[in-house]
């Protein structure tokens, strides 16, 4: 059909809230070294057009909110270029809880430098 598929959109958001986590100096991998995974509990993905095939995708994620277990973000995917020409065309948008556990999986706390960056 020459679209992406849906399901091909949800590594795209966990590569946006890497990337974010990332641009406050942390890895992911820091904070599973430190015994803190961000795993997902709600998923919503509002899909406006479609993805084509060579279409160079942004995905833009911001932090919304959350408590001291959970962290919320929104997600806007746009397009970009197509075709070779320069486009700015939203064609989905995406919402995400994480709840904080423990490497056993128990509900834990989040850090409180994290807390602190989710509050900005």
């Known amino acids: ?4 598929h849906h399901a091909s959109y949800v590594p795209w958001l966990e590569i946006g809230r890497t990337e974010l986590l990332r641009a406050t100096g942390v890895s992911y ?3 599973e070294s430190h015994g803190v995974f961000l795993v997902i509990v ?3 993905v509002r899909y406006r057009r479609p993805i084509r095939y060579d279409d160079v995708v942004e995905v833009r994620t911001r932090v919304v909110g959350g408590s001291r277990v ?3 973000h929104e997600y806007e995917l746009v397009v970009v270029e197509r075709d ?3 486009k700015e065309e939203a064609v989905a948008a ?3 809880t994480l709840a904080c556990v423990d490497g056993e999986g128990r509900v834990r706390e ?5 807390v602190a960056e989710k509050a900005k």
């Open 1 to 4: 059909m020459g679209v992406a």
């Open 84 to 86: 070779g020409e320069a």
């Open 29 to 31: 991998r820091t904070l």
């Open 42 to 44: 709600k998923l919503d």
């Open 110 to 114: 989040l850090p409180g430098w994290l």
């Open 70 to 72: 959970k962290i919320e």
């Open 94 to 96: 995406a919402a995400t």
